[in-house]
T-cell receptor
Framework: KAGVTQTPRYLIKTRGQQVTLSCSPISGHRSVSWYQQTPGQGLQFLFEYFSETQRNKGNFPGRFSGRQFSNSRSEMNVSTLELGDSALYLC???????????FGQGTRLTVV | GQQLNQSPQSMFIQEGEDVSMNCTSSSIFNTWLWYKQDPGEGPVLLIALYKAGELTSNGRLTAQFGITRKDSFLNISASIPSDVGIYFCAGLTSGTYKYIFGTGTRLKVLA
């Protein structure tokens, strides 16, 4: 069965712009989580959605937002991009949050 | 941000050797996961643990959920060159809906 699909794979944006990243979970999975990975901070939790409801949010500024659609696909948005937002953004899906989570290949965002 | 302590940070080993790494936390977890990540790719799930004391194997990999629920261990037997990569542990507390990841162990295998 198809894995977690993230689009786009690579993105270059300019400071001040906004960006939207997309994640299609494994079929039947209703929980989608987003993580930011940087060399300095490692993998940091952004937010988790289940059945279109955000159940938890990490310690990121309000410029980071997300949503989940009725088909469980999820998007995350970052507004007013800063250089420090350059990172690998990873999406993970699971049947529910307390069990095994499967990651996509990630979106590499570079802010210049 | 919050991260779990993983050790060792990195290790060079000879092909055929066994490898051990561990992850410790100050918090109690209900679920432990172990992942392997190759450069530029997303983490790939290796083993999932759901019960204190649980010992689970996946081929040459064996992981254990610590009895205190504050630690977990991963062993790789008879390492091969394709075991190269970064290994991450992740812990979750029920009701929080988020995994906390370890700092990673970078494994390098010398043929």
């Amino acid at each position: 069965k198809a894995g977690v699909t993230q689009t786009p794979r690579y993105l270059i944006k300019t400071r001040g712009q906004q960006v939207t990243l997309s994640c299609s979970p494994i079929s039947g999975h209703r929980s989608v989580s987003w993580y930011q990975q940087t060399p300095g901070q490692g993998l940091q939790f952004l937010f988790e959605y289940f059945s279109e409801t955000q159940r938890n949010k990490g310690n990121f500024p309000g410029r980071f937002s997300g949503r989940q659609f009725s088909n469980s696909r999820s998007e995350m948005n970052v507004s007013t991009l800063e250089l420090g937002d350059s990172a690998l953004y990873l999406c993970a899906s699971s049947l529910d949050a307390a069990i095994e989570a499967f990651f996509g290949q990630g979106t590499r965002l570079t802010v210049v | 941000g919050q991260q779990l302590n993983q050790s060792p940070q990195s290790m060079f080993i000879q092909e055929g050797e066994d490898v051990s790494m561990n992850c410790t936390s100050s918090s109690i977890f209900n679920t432990w996961l172990w992942y392997k990540q190759d450069p530029g790719e997303g983490p790939v799930l290796l083993i999932a643990l759901y019960k204190a004391g649980e010992l689970t194997s996946n081929g040459r990999l064996t992981a254990q959920f610590g009895i205190t629920r504050k630690d977990s261990f991963l062993n790789i037997s008879a390492s091969i060159p394709s075991d190269v990569g970064i290994y991450f542990c992740a812990g979750l507390t029920s009701g929080t809906y988020k995994y906390i990841f370890g700092t990673g162990t970078r494994l390098k295998v010398l043929a």
